[in-house]
């Protein structure tokens, strides 16, 4: 029936359950006694192997369970379709559990790979809380195995029993698919930025497009990232007109930025082409905007090594006001100089709020840690 376990992504107050069949059919999934169907205007979607259904969060974090059902269909004729049996898959589901704080994993630049960022993921063990999914997980979006990657490695991290926020990377706009990756992650309303709020836990998710400015000979003209940022300049400036409903919430104690590049940072400009150095405008308009947030960090990717930025240091630009973190280091794909016996093939962050402090650990696939940011939240 599936192809691997659903994801269960978290996007403002509501989870989207998004699962990959192995045939076209209708899909519902069972919360309690109610259903919710995959169905658009009126009509059950079947000729797809990617089906969705969004739920109010707290339905499914009372019943702690839910159920993906199936029912295959070869050919939807107009007249009397035959669907095929009924087929049911449970799945247990647990919401943050606050009691010991809060504990996440952060991967980012996987690149298609799999094995070494799951062993990884694996630092929290049972404790884990929330899985975060920073961009570039598959290596481009050019065939169907690079988008199902997703689900390759959340079914071994999440395993469709923990929420999932995914941000989309640069490399996830390139390939032939790359117009359908939204269907296979959170998104709001066709849209892959937009806020959310598990418990105390508040944060906001931006999709910074590519790379390079749109007219990169790269692209071919199939990229209209400007647009897409001004658009979500708009979005971010409507955030803060509901602050009192989004990060200064009842019960919001803890606020992140996810994104995948790290534009508030100089390791953007260090070392880099200036090809890379792109809408400084509206980057420096972004960072102003989240500076209204009391962001305890942003978390970030993309550079292919682990940074820490705080406000005011050598590192610092746009007059930013809160720490930017990088913390995913691969050495398994194309560009990074592939490892050999005992090395780490794969580093990535884990993230833990607890005893009053807010931590960053890097942590490699062989389960070695080390300290890579702190504060106390009274900071």
Same mark, same amino acid.
């Given at each position: 029936?599936?192809?691997?376990? #659903?994801?269960?992504?978290?996007?403002?107050?509501?989870? /989207?359950?998004?699962?990959?069949?192995?045939?076209f059919?209708?899909?519902?999934?069972?919360?309690?006694?109610?259903?919710?169907?995959?169905?658009?205007?009126?009509l059950?979607?079947?000729? &797809?192997?990617?089906?969705?259904? $969004?739920?109010?969060?707290?339905?499914?974090?009372?019943?702690?369970?839910? &159920?993906v059902?199936?029912?295959?269909?070869?050919?939807?004729?107009?007249?009397?379709?035959?669907?095929?049996?009924?087929?049911?898959?449970?799945? $247990?589901?647990?919401p943050?559990?606050?009691? %010991?704080?809060?504990?996440a994993?952060?991967?980012?630049?996987?690149?298609?790979?799999?094995?070494?960022?799951?062993?990884a993921? %694996? =630092?929290?063990g049972?404790?884990? %809380?929330?899985v975060?999914?920073?961009? %570039?997980?598959?290596?481009?979006?050019?065939?169907?195995?690079?988008?199902?990657?997703?689900?390759?490695?959340?079914s071994? &991290? $999440?395993?469709?029993?923990?929420?999932?926020?995914f941000?989309?990377?640069?490399?996830?706009?390139?390939?032939?698919? $790359?117009?359908?990756?939204? /269907?296979?992650?959170?998104?709001?309303?066709?849209?892959? =930025?937009? &806020?959310?709020?598990?418990?105390?836990?508040?944060?906001?998710?931006?999709?910074?497009?590519?790379?390079?400015?749109?007219?990169?000979?790269e692209?071919?003209?199939?990229?209209?990232?400007?647009?897409?940022?001004?658009?979500? @300049?708009?979005?971010?400036?409507?955030?803060?007109?509901?602050?009192?409903?989004?990060?200064?919430?009842?019960?919001?104690?803890?606020?992140?930025?996810?994104?995948?590049?790290p534009? #508030?940072?100089?390791?953007?400009?260090?070392?880099?082409?200036?090809?890379?150095?792109?809408?400084?405008?509206?980057?420096?308009?972004? @960072?102003?905007?989240?500076? /209204?947030?009391?962001?305890?960090?942003?978390?970030?990717?993309?550079?292919?090594?682990?940074?820490? @930025?705080?406000?005011e240091?050598?590192?610092?630009?746009?007059?930013? /006001?809160?720490?930017?973190?990088?913390?995913?280091?691969?050495?398994?794909?194309?560009?990074?100089?592939?490892?050999?016996?005992?090395e780490?093939?794969?580093i990535?962050?884990?993230?833990?709020v607890?005893?009053g402090?807010?931590?960053?650990?890097?942590?490699?696939?062989?389960?070695?840690?080390?300290?890579l940011?702190?504060?106390?939240?009274?900071?």
């Open positions: 029936m599936l192809y691997r376990d #659903p994801c269960v992504f978290a996007v403002g107050k509501e989870y /989207q359950i998004v699962f990959n069949t192995k045939e059919g209708i899909a519902w999934v069972e919360v309690g006694e109610k259903q919710y169907r995959d169905s658009f205007g009126g059950m979607r079947s000729e &797809t192997l990617v089906h969705r259904v $969004a739920l109010p969060m707290p339905e499914l974090d009372k019943a702690g369970k839910y &159920t059902c199936f029912r295959a269909l070869p050919e939807r004729k107009p007249y009397f379709p035959e669907l095929g049996a009924e087929q049911r898959r449970e799945y $247990a589901f647990r943050i559990d606050f009691s %010991d704080g809060l504990q994993v952060m991967l980012a630049d996987t690149h298609s790979n799999v094995e070494a960022p799951t062993l993921a %694996d =630092y929290f049972d404790k884990l %809380d929330l975060l999914l920073n961009g %570039d997980i598959p290596a481009e979006s050019k065939q169907m195995s690079d988008l199902l990657a997703i689900y390759d490695l959340l071994n &991290t $999440a395993g469709g029993g923990r929420p999932v926020v941000a989309r990377g640069n490399h996830d706009y390139r390939g032939r698919l $790359a117009i359908e990756m939204p /269907q296979y992650i959170g998104n709001r309303d066709g849209h892959t =930025y937009f &806020t959310f709020r598990l418990g105390s836990l508040w944060g906001i998710v931006l999709d910074c497009g590519e790379d390079k400015n749109d007219s990169n000979v692209y071919g003209g199939l990229v209209d990232c400007h647009r897409m940022r001004l658009e979500e @300049t708009d979005y971010i400036r409507s955030v803060i007109e509901r602050a009192e409903e989004e990060y200064l919430a009842p019960g919001v104690e803890t606020r992140i930025c996810l994104t995948h590049i534009f #508030p940072s100089r390791v953007i400009e260090i070392g880099q082409d200036p090809i890379f150095q792109i809408e400084h405008d509206i980057f420096g308009e972004w @960072t102003h905007l989240l500076n /209204q947030m009391q962001l305890d960090v942003m978390l970030c990717g993309h550079m292919h090594r682990l940074s820490v @930025t705080e406000p240091s050598e590192l610092a630009r746009m007059d930013v /006001q809160f720490p930017v973190v990088v913390c995913a280091e691969p050495h398994m794909v194309k560009g990074v100089i592939p490892v050999e016996g005992d780490p093939h794969y990535c962050g884990a993230f833990e607890t005893d402090k807010v931590t960053v650990h890097a942590v490699d696939d062989h389960g070695k840690a080390t300290l940011w702190q504060k106390t939240k009274s900071e």
